[in-house]
């Protein structure tokens, strides 16, 4: 079955075709960064507008690469939240009217599982009955959490950042470092080189006494805290302000390295020996998140299963994938959906 993905969560204006849930017949994204950087974030009106003028085009180009046309398209899926709602509603609209049009099914999906699934695209990557059960790390510029996931569509969040979500705390990083948007690629670069022990950021380890800010049914061993790290990146800069480019380097080191390692602890505890570990979304990007995360699946003799770079930060092949694979509100339910920007991971845990 041959599915067209949509994506407008943020700012990336993403369509994809894949079939049968895994081989990936196209994958487009237009990025919207260039447009958002001199304000060194997104601004959702910027994107809404963008993704109006962009998506009719991205979809055109995922359907002429592979040499589709209009009557190989079984199904149309589209993320329907977490995101920015009026980006979401974006693509939620166009989804609706293609489907309609084409007389094929709609699915909704959501964003999180969808980046949980991007581990699973492409020929080479391991199947769902190889693979299940294990823990995913999703980590991206608006989300932290880690699932157990049984089987498909059967997770337990078992844990996720109580404030910032770790891309985040490298976009605020970067800004406060001067090292521009979006932060996470410019940590990444700069601290090649650098010292990683030049100064030890806190590692937000959750104090048993802020274990009433956990949600229920979460391990306050296993979520996470950024805002702190960012408050301390702040002060010191206030009362060392870096002497040169190579002491940028090194504070930059140094900060990826707190982040990564609370990321790598957490991950450690969650998952016993022998298991297996997904790491996706758009940090998994990071250089150093992924040698450390393959340094402890060695030495735990656990299955990784990292999403392929092209997959990691948003995109609708992982979105059009999931679809493919059964998941998402079909049918009616799928037409009747809004765009909701808190949709709740849990919803899909007990449909
Ligand atoms: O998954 P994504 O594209 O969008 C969300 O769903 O949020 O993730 C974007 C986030 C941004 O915060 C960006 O700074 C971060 O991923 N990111 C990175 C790297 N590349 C992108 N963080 C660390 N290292 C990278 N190389
Ligand atoms: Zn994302």
Redesign the pocket.
């Known amino acids: 079955m041959n599915v067209l993905g949509i994506e407008t ?2 700012d ?1 204006t993403a369509a994809a075709v894949v079939r049968d849930g895994r081989h990936v017949l196209s994958n487009v994204v237009y990025s919207q960064t260039a447009l958002h950087g001199p304000y060194g974030g997104v601004v959702p009106e910027i994107a809404s507008r963008c993704h109006v003028e962009a998506l009719p085009g991205v979809v055109d180009e995922a359907l002429r690469r592979p040499g589709l046309t209009w009557h190989d398209i079984e199904a149309v899926a589209v993320t329907q939240g977490p995101g920015l709602a009026s980006s979401l509603l974006v693509g939620l609209s166009a989804a609706k009217g293609l489907a309609l049009r084409l007389g094929c099914p709609l699915v909704a999906v959501h ?1 999180v599982e969808a ?1 949980l699934f991007s581990v699973f695209l492409d020929e080479d990557a391991l199947s769902l009955a190889e693979a299940c059960p294990f823990v995913a790390l999703v980590v ?4 932290t959490c880690l699932i157990r996931v049984e089987k498909l569509g059967r997770y337990t969040l078992v844990g996720q950042t109580l404030d910032d ?1 770790a ?2 705390a ?2 605020k990083g970067a800004n406060l470092l001067g090292l521009g948007y ?4 410019a ?2 670069r700069a601290s090649s080189g650098g010292d990683r022990d030049f100064v030890r950021f806190p590692r937000g380890r959750q104090k048993k006494a802020n274990s009433r800010y956990v949600p229920s049914g979460m391990d306050p061993d296993l979520c996470f805290s950024f805002s702190g790290l960012k408050t301390a990146l702040r002060y010191y800069l206030r009362d060392h302000p870096p002497a040169d480019d190579g002491e940028i380097a090194s504070l930059a080191a140094a900060y990826q390295e707190a982040i990564v390692d609370a990321l790598i602890e957490r991950c450690e505890r969650a998952v016993a020996d022998g298991q297996g570990l997904a790491l996706a ?3 998994a ?3 150093r998140l992924r040698e450390r995360i393959s340094d402890l699946a060695r030495s735990k003799g656990l299955r990784l299963m990292l999403a392929e770079p092209c997959y ?3 995109n609708a092949a992982m979105v059009a994938g999931l679809a493919g694979a059964g998941q998402g509100l079909r049918g009616r339910e799928a037409m009747r959906a809004d765009a909701d920007p808190n949709l709740p991971f849990a919803r899909r845990v007990h449909p």
């Open positions: 969560s943020c990336e964003h980046h991206s510029g608006g989300h979500a891309g985040e490298f976009d979006p932060g996470g690629p940590i990444d979304g758009g940090v990007l990071n250089r990691c930060a948003d």
